[in-house]
């Protein structure tokens, strides 16, 4: 019995690109979808019924986030993520190998997975993001805590142990996260490490009714990605193989779709792909085009708490003064929560009283048009109009 | 004609007390009943849907918030308040008269309408707060914006012309709210002034489907609260008089019973009367047993976000570390949102974390608490039972 089973509904016209069927302990996903970020057990702002009512159908929490607070003995003993947070659907945990590095590194930096020239600039120089607050052995990582500086330690073992206290649906396997412009010698040696890590988690992993999926490395190489991809996708232990596959990394924005094609060209089809921390519209196309199935990212949350909205035509902020009288939803045609009862005015007016229903609304809508976007995408590899439909939205999507 | 309806429905045998119901234009409020707070046009961190579904019937919001930002020419040109803040239901604004004066002097302070002896003292020496940002004579008051320092001048017309463009179904008469500590001599002159302003809001204010509520001050005077109550009681304008009237005025705790009590012991029994700011627990059985209808309070919205979250047995600081790892909700048989889905140790992390959504519960469970507690009240009152329970209840509540 596998803890997931994935079927293919029917692919893109010679393409990777593919829309399937997730069946986990916690229902089906249809994809592609793009699976709602709960870093600490919370999708920021929004209760789980709201979360049910922009469409979500499932959660990614995070196991370094969750670990630190409020500790994942306490999230098994009130009976798991789900239970814990009151999601009733699938759930997802990262390994927090991501956070490790990043959060180690640049403490009070955000480092994006789709960075910018300037974020990458800073981390050039070394392998692990400068590596100043997370120290790398064979064995494992000891790190720093991002809240209050304590020392901590992550090994391969560890991180599924933690995994399976928070008990997720899917898991991912521990892997080292390397600076997208760390000099090639060195994404291979942490690609090296990260696929002996990822035999001691499929060798540690334990838990019968949770999945649990390789993480592809590699950087923008493409010999070390598709190698990364050979390896994990053979990687066998006393029978064991991955349910499915993570394909992680900061990645260059231009890179991005190449990277994810070799890959998906090499992994085996009938397991699913989850492409980790990716969300704005135009890299979901690029992702399911190339293969991708799952998507999980905190920009639409982050952005919306910011006040930028998606809409059709690309971001607004709604603080903008052109908006302070505008009695027009957001979207003309959206159907979430914020676009059906309440005006730009009143919105922008939130975030002018710095009132925080306004970030409610902006996590709201963001998460509703991207939710539903993806959900588009499906439908359009369904009806076999995929291409025109990323014409038509990437045409007027600025 | 009459903006809204009052019918007494029943009365607490031998007091002052009732249970009624008044219809405004946009529906019935059953008294006795709490008014949520909004007072920036949101009910702090919540959708309508949930204050809605928390069992909220109407909304209270601040004309000097709203005239600041978003402006009451906007509020106007989006249907009004209401429309505006997507509330269908009835919807007060008190007239800025309490903010002009205690954000006007006390900038970065809190005033609350029930002082503590500590606040009280800071605002002995002089009339109205210390009015070291507010500057009153006999046609109005200049002050300086909370947000910006910028000068602004209200008088009664204006207050009357603001609240008719904000458009709620009941407002209040602009009145000079004083120190509940300040000399006597100040509060008769002030008192005397808010009937002169009572008089001219009478006179300016035509809007005919909107209740206009006289506002009873006089401090902790018995003399001067009886004859504020009769004053008004009696004010009329070519033939128009008060549709309701609102007890104003910071309290000293002790007083605030005895005060109301020599109010309500003179006003017309056929109309309803607000009690201004007040919505504790034990100061709510006290202000329905003295015979006022209305309340309003920003407390269980503020508490909550805080994380003290109100209980039966009193209230409780959720981050308190006995409750970090209990898995009972906050309140046993509460019926809200956060009670039938989330246990104090989630509750309690998203407060550690600092997560958005610890405060949103807090505010639905206690408004839920708050809310519903009057409406047991009023239920109380029907059956004919009031003394018994609030002997019960309060037995409890510490």
Redesign the interface.
């Known amino acids: 019995m596998k803890p997931v089973k994935f079927t293919i509904d029917k692919k893109i016209s010679g393409g990777l690109g593919r829309a399937g069927t997730i069946i986990t302990p916690h229902g089906a996903l249809e994809t592609p979808v793009f699976i709602v970020v709960g870093t ?11 979360v049910l009512g922009l469409g979500g159908q499932s959660v990614l929490a995070n196991t370094y ?1 969750l670990y630190l ?2 500790g994942d003995e ?1 999230v098994k ?2 009976g798991g993520l789900g239970k ?3 999601w009733e659907g699938p759930t997802f945990t990262d390994s927090g190998g991501f956070q490790v590095f990043s959060l180690g590194a640049a403490m009070g930096k955000s480092v994006g997975k789709i960075a910018t020239g300037e974020e990458i600039a800073e981390y050039t120089d070394e392998g692990n993001f400068g590596g100043k607050l997370a120290q790398i052995d064979e064995e494992g990582v000891t790190f720093r805590s991002f809240m209050n500086g304590s020392e901590h330690r992550f090994t391969p073992e560890r991180s599924m142990e933690i995994q399976q206290n928070l008990g997720a649906d899917i898991i991912f396997a521990f892997d080292e996260c390397t600076s997208p412009m760390a000099p090639k010698e060195y994404q291979m040696q942490a690609m090296e490490r990260t696929h002996r890590w990822a035999k001691r988690c499929l060798e540690s992993h334990s838990k019968i009714d949770q999945a649990l999926f390789g993480v592809i490395q590699g950087g923008r190489f493409e010999d070390l990605r598709k190698e990364s991809a050979k390896v994990l996708a053979g990687l066998e232990v006393n029978g064991k193989t991955f349910d499915g596959f993570g394909i992680g990394g900061s990645f260059v924005k231009e890179d991005m779709a190449t990277a994810v094609r070799w890959v998906n060209e090499i992994l085996p089809e009938d397991k699913p792909r989850h492409l980790l921390g990716v969300g704005e519209p135009e890299d979901l196309f690029l992702g399911v085009e190339n293969g991708c199935d799952t998507f999980d990212c905190v920009a639409p949350t982050r952005q919306g708490r910011n006040g930028n909205f998606y809409t059709n035509e690309g971001r607004i902020i709604i603080q903008n003064s052109k908006f ?2 505008d ?1 027009s939803p957001v979207e003309k045609d959206c159907g979430c ?1 914020a676009c059906k ?3 730009k ?2 919105i ?3 975030f ?2 710095k ?3 306004g ?3 902006g996590s709201i809508h963001n998460l509703y048009f991207i939710v539903n976007l993806v959900k588009k995408i499906r439908q359009s590899i369904l009806d076999g109009n995929f291409p025109q439909f990323k014409e038509e939205f990437l045409g007027k999507y600025r």
């Open positions: 600490k057990g919370s999708v920021k702002s929004l209760t789980t019924e709201q986030h607070e409020p306490l003993n009130s814990f947070m009151n302070r009288e009695l929560y009862n309440f005006s005015a009143y922008a007016h939130l002018r009283a009132e925080m229903l970030p409610t609304l």
